[in-house]
């Protein structure tokens, strides 16, 4: 039984590693379904049932230290890839498909809570609160709401299980309607996307052993300056300080991201890392007690999709959006820079330009998005 925190630390950094290396080795269908993160909460949340460490005051100070400064780093880090002129270089057209996305997942949570609250318990809006900064941006957005909000680490699973289930199917669903494109867009009265003309998105150099050194150091020293700042800050019922520490080093990595900075490799590389680790800390402070609401939050997932996928179709016969942008502007929300690009291959090389700025405008967005969802539930739960 582990009881001080070095080998702590180790078995964290392993558990992380796992099964992302397994992925990249054997690639196996399973982890279409259940991608690395998810199976790394679990492995953790077993191993901490099965009582390989004691939370002892060492390690549960080292907890709350980790999770404390790399979730503001984490974020800071990704949006360094985050180009806005980029992104507002895709024009009205483009922009307004992801406006009217977004409208529809926020109707569709709330809508979603008001069906079900009453099987809910009195804090039940968080983990769908969570989910929705993960359906607006992606996993890291998912973690930084639960942080704003105080949310229980035991619910993480049943976000992270919803996420990844909900997301899984409706990627099928995507890929399925294609061929419907030349139905729906005469029902729209669109014209096709597909000879969309978008700049390529700049590649960046490998991650080398000293510039991940320097990203770690920068991201670090960004999370502790934020978290100085977040203090400062007043603070409400719904705006706490760690929020204020989180919102400031994500407007950090933004304006990074616009300086010579962004040039130096490695950002992703070492936000990857820390993503997966900061989800291996948080399932070792929980149990799987978390995971035996997952069935209501599945049904509240599936949904909150069939809801979203409701409202998008009516604003694409309003504004008469095709099925190409529609589709890739929704998983580009759900399923994040990740299965975006490989979906809008699928429908139109030309597009993937705009499935990956899509994306990582999600990824800017995603926290606010999720903190004015759980204020929305909050009061309605109340």
Request: one cysteine or more.
């Amino acid at each position: 039984m582990i009881q001080s925190v070095w080998p702590y630390l180790a078995v964290m950094l392993l558990a992380a590693g796992f099964w992302p290396a397994i992925e990249r080795r054997f690639g196996w269908k399973v982890f279409e379904v259940l991608p690395p993160i998810v199976l790394t909460y679990l492995t953790v949340t077993a191993l901490s049932v099965a009582g390989t460490w004691t939370a002892t005051p060492a390690i549960h100070a080292a907890q709350d230290m980790l999770v404390t400064r790399m979730v503001p780093a984490l974020l800071f880090l990704l949006m360094i890839n985050c180009d806005l002129r980029a992104i507002l270089a895709l024009g009205p057209r483009v922009l307004g498909v992801f406006a009217c996305t977004a409208i529809s997942l926020f109707a569709a949570f709330v809508i979603t809570f008001l069906l079900f609250r009453h099987w809910m318990p009195g804090d039940g809006w968080k983990p769908l609160a969570a989910l929705s900064g993960s359906w607006m941006g992606g996993t890291a957005n998912m973690i930084a709401v639960k942080q704003a909000i105080g949310m229980a680490d035991a619910s993480l699973a049943t976000s992270l299980l919803t996420d990844a289930l909900c997301y899984s199917m409706w990627v099928v669903v995507l890929f399925s309607v294609a061929r419907l494109a030349p139905a729906f867009n005469r029902w729209t009265r669109a014209t096709s996307s597909a000879d969309m003309a978008v700049a390529q998105a700049v590649t960046r150099a490998p991650a080398t052993g000293d510039s991940v050194l320097l990203w770690l150091g920068i991201a670090v020293g960004v999370a502790a300056l934020s978290t100085v700042l977040g203090s400062l800050m007043p603070i409400g019922n719904m705006v706490s300080a760690t929020t204020w520490t989180i919102l400031i080093a994500t407007a950090a990595g933004l304006v990074a991201a616009h300086t010579p900075l962004a040039r130096l490799p490695g950002a992703q590389a070492v936000s990857s890392a820390l993503l997966i680790s900061v989800v291996a800390v948080l399932a070792s402070q929980s149990s799987f007690a978390g995971i035996a609401a997952a069935p209501l939050y599945l049904v509240c997932g599936v949904t909150v999709i069939a809801t979203h996928a409701v409202f998008l179709c009516l604003f694409a016969r309003l504004f008469h959006f095709d099925l190409y942008l529609c589709g890739i502007s929704s998983l580009a929300h759900i399923g994040g820079v990740a299965a975006t690009p490989v979906l809008a291959a699928t429908y139109s090389r030309s597009l993937v330009p705009v499935g990956i700025l899509l994306a990582l405008l999600g990824y800017i967005l995603g926290t606010g998005f999720g903190l004015l969802v759980a204020s929305v539930l909050s009061s309605l739960a109340s």
